[in-house]
């Protein structure tokens, strides 16, 4: 199942061992990372300030939308009705405003919106 991450959740996943990326593998069985070009310029400004090993993330798709990554994010959704997979609450609050399917973390559990 092809999932769009956001950059808080790659930065949380490559940051250390957390049980949300099982969770969500538990609720699609494979999952296929899509990010857009924005998400990458935000994982590379976010580089230079923190030490993160993101080499181990490889995403299954690189969408070439290239704007604000949120509205990215958003249009992709819509357009591919994909869910979306974000720590961001007001991405999160945004794209259950608009009826799509997202999930973030609290408290190492996974939450299902939609």
Avoid at 10 to 24: A, F, N, S, W
Avoid at 32 to 41: C, E, F, M, N, Y
């Amino acid at each position: 199942m092809k999932v769009i991450f956001d950059t808080s959740f790659i930065v949380l996943i490559t940051e250390g061992p957390t049980p949300l990326y099982q969770q969500l593998v538990n609720i699609y069985d494979k999952v296929d990372p899509v990010v857009t070009k924005s998400i990458l310029r935000e994982l590379d400004s976010i580089l230079k300030r923190k030490r993160i090993n993101v080499s181990s993330f490889v995403p299954a798709e690189i969408v070439e939308y290239n704007n604000n990554a949120d509205d990215d994010i958003v249009r992709l959704a819509i357009e591919r009705k994909i869910p979306v997979v974000t720590m961001d609450i007001e991405l999160g609050k945004r794209l259950r405003s608009k009826g799509l399917t997202c999930f973030t973390g609290s408290k190492n559990k996974l939450i299902y919106f939609k």
